[in-house]
Nanobody, 116 residues
């Protein structure tokens, strides 16, 4: 079993920055992918950014150039630095860890609200 604990959400004005963090614990086996998904009210959950334990990174087009994902494989943590935030970035952000051996796990979600 794997547990994911997120932190760092909050309220920020447009143009501001926030940093999300996620710490995973439990039976975690490499290779795996850690990343962030988001779900805005009335919309489906969508990918924001993911990072493979080998280093490959994937960003949604809507966040490219503004968000930066990073991870520490030794500590099983992943972070998302979000800059130049827009009101349309408002959503619940979920941390996810998945791997063929480890399985597929989600955090409880953290609210990010960007005011105009």
């Amino acid at each position: 079993q794997v547990q994911l604990v997120e932190s760092g959400g909050g309220l920020v004005q447009a143009g501001g920055s926030l940093r999300l963090s996620c710490a995973a614990s439990g039976r975690i086996v490499s290779p795996n992918v850690m990343g962030w998904y988001r779900q805005a009210p009335g919309k489906q959950r969508e990918l924001a950014a993911t990072m493979h334990s080998y280093g490959n990174i994937n960003y949604a087009d809507s966040v490219k150039g503004r968000f930066t994902i990073s991870r520490d494989n030794a500590k099983n943590t992943v972070a998302l630095q979000m800059n130049s935030l827009k009101p349309e970035d408002t959503a619940v952000y979920y941390c996810r860890l998945f791997g063929v051996i480890t399985g597929d796990y989600w955090g409880q979600g953290t609210q990010v609200t960007v005011s105009s």
